[in-house]
């Protein structure tokens, strides 16, 4: 079953998704604030973030930028606004998704599989595949990516894609 964690300071919204969620098959969490739900992003075991923009103590970008220093787990904003610019930040800082305020839960859901579904990388028999191709070294196992020995910041959705790129090389 996978685990989401919603970092949304509205929490009847938060109670309705986790409602809708559980029922679809999910196992859901949720914090009220950012300093909060990047802690607890961090330290659980969780396979997906849904994550607001406008939050207290701390605002879904720099919550963002903080999980993408460390984690490469998949993340969808939320925002009330409409604005493009907001969204296309989000996007460019790391989340693999977004979705505006207000949304349909069957719609979310379907996002949530859909990311799931490509950024899950099949285990391999000894768990230590290493894959090598023209100067990029991709290790499933730890989720990383290395080009000419320097690191690469990569999306969830980018590491999943790059990954079935380089084993068909």
Do not use: W
């Amino acid at each position: 079953m996978d685990r989401i964690l919603i970092i949304d300071d509205d929490e009847e919204l938060c109670e309705l998704v986790s409602e809708y969620l559980t029922v679809e098959g999910f196992t859901v969490e949720s914090v009220n604030d950012g300093e909060t739900g990047l802690a607890r992003a961090l330290e659980g075991e969780y396979d997906m973030v849904i994550l607001d923009v406008m939050l207290p103590k701390m605002n879904g970008f720099d919550v963002l930028r903080n999980l993408r220093q460390e984690s490469k787990l998949p993340v969808i904003m939320l925002t009330a606004r409409g604005d493009d610019m907001e969204r296309i930040v989000g996007l460019e800082i790391g989340a693999d998704d977004y979705l505006a305020k207000p949304f349909n839960p069957r719609e979310l859901a379907a996002r949530l599989r859909a990311i799931l579904r490509r950024s899950s990388v099949p285990e391999t028999a000894n768990g230590n595949e290493v894959i090598e191709v023209d100067g990029v070294r991709l290790s499933p196992a730890s989720r990383s990516a290395v080009l000419d020995g320097d690191e690469l910041n990569l999306t969830s959705v980018e590491f999943g894609l790059l990954h079935e790129l380089l084993k068909e090389a």
